[in-house]
C-alpha cells in the first residue's frame, strides 16, 4: 500500500515549457487534490476532484490545468511554464471531501528558470 | 487579515519542556479543525483533529475556542522528534456537498534542543 505517490520528484523547466505532474492513490479515495507551498505563503488549493469525473477550482487555479484520469489518478498540467511557478507541489487524496483526513503525496519540487 | 494565522515561530525549546500554539480563523463559519505535522522537505501528515470539547492524544492536546476563533495545541514533555513545522488547518464546510474550502495556516516551526 503506497498510498500517494507523485512523478516527478524534482523537476527544472524553462520558461514556456510545459510539463504535466502525476499523482496517483491506492486507498480507494474518492477526492483528490493539488496544492502548491511557497515560503511564507502556507498551502493554497490549485485544483480539487470531489470525485471521479469531476474536477473544480481552486484558490489559485491560473496557468494549471487537472485531469482526473480515473479513481485513481489525478494530473496537473502546466501549458506554459512561468517564474512564478516555480513551487513544491503536493497532491493529496481524502475518502469524500475535505472533512476527511487529507493524505498527501511526497511532492514535486520544480523551478521554472 | 489572513483567514488562517500562526505565529510562524520559530520556537527553540529544550527537551522536556511544554510548548503550546495558538491559531485563529476569520470564518467563523468554519467546521472542521486540525492540525497536521510537517517535516522539513516532507509531505503534511496529520497529527490530530480538533472537537469543540478539546481532546488529547498522548502528549499532545488540542483545544477550540469558537467563541474567540482560536484553536490551541499544547504538547509536553517535548521529544527532539517533535522538532517539525505544525500547520493549522481550518475546513468551512460548504454544504450539500461533501467538499468545503480547506486552509492551512503558514505553519509554526518547532526546534527542540538537547
Known amino acids: 500500500n503506497a498510498g500517494v505517490t507523485q512523478t516527478p520528484k524534482f523537476q527544472v523547466l524553462k520558461t514556456g515549457q510545459s510539463m504535466t505532474l502525476q499523482c496517483a492513490q491506492d486507498?480507494?479515495?474518492?477526492?483528490m487534490y493539488w496544492y502548491r507551498q511557497d515560503p511564507g505563503m502556507g498551502l493554497r488549493l490549485i485544483y480539487y476532484?470531489?470525485?471521479?469525473?469531476?474536477?473544480d477550482k481552486g484558490e489559485v487555479p491560473n496557468g494549471y490545468n487537472v485531469s482526473r484520469l480515473n479513481k485513481r489518478e489525478f494530473s496537473l498540467r502546466l501549458e506554459s511554464a512561468a517564474p512564478s511557478q516555480t513551487s513544491v507541489y503536493f497532491c493529496?487524496?481524502?475518502?469524500?471531501?475535505?472533512?476527511?483526513?487529507?493524505?498527501f503525496g511526497p511532492g514535486t519540487r520544480l523551478t521554472v528558470l | 487579515r489572513k483567514e488562517v494565522e500562526q505565529d510562524p515561530g520559530p520556537f527553540n525549546v529544550p527537551e522536556g519542556a511544554t510548548v503550546a500554539f495558538n491559531c485563529t480563523y476569520s470564518?467563523?463559519?468554519?467546521?472542521?479543525f486540525f492540525w497536521y505535522r510537517q517535516d522539513c522537505r516532507k509531505e503534511p501528515k496529520l497529527l490530530m483533529s480538533?472537537?469543540?470539547s478539546g481532546n488529547e492524544d498522548g502528549r499532545f492536546t488540542a483545544q477550540l475556542n469558537r467563541a474567540s476563533q482560536y484553536i490551541s495545541l499544547l504538547i509536553r514533555d517535548s521529544k527532539l522528534s517533535d522538532s517539525a513545522t505544525y500547520l493549522c488547518?481550518?475546513?468551512?464546510?460548504?454544504?450539500?456537498?461533501?467538499?468545503?474550502?480547506?486552509?492551512f495556516g503558514q505553519g509554526t516551526i518547532l526546534t527542540v534542543h538537547p
Open positions: 493529496a487524496s481524502s475518502i469524500a471531501g475535505s472533512r476527511d483526513t487529507q493524505y
Open positions: 486507498m480507494n479515495h474518492n477526492s
Open positions: 476532484s470531489a470525485s471521479e469525473g469531476t474536477t
Open positions: 470564518n467563523s463559519a468554519s467546521q472542521s
Open positions: 480538533v472537537y469543540s
Open positions: 488547518v481550518v475546513n468551512l464546510y460548504a454544504g450539500g456537498t461533501s467538499y468545503g474550502k480547506l486552509t
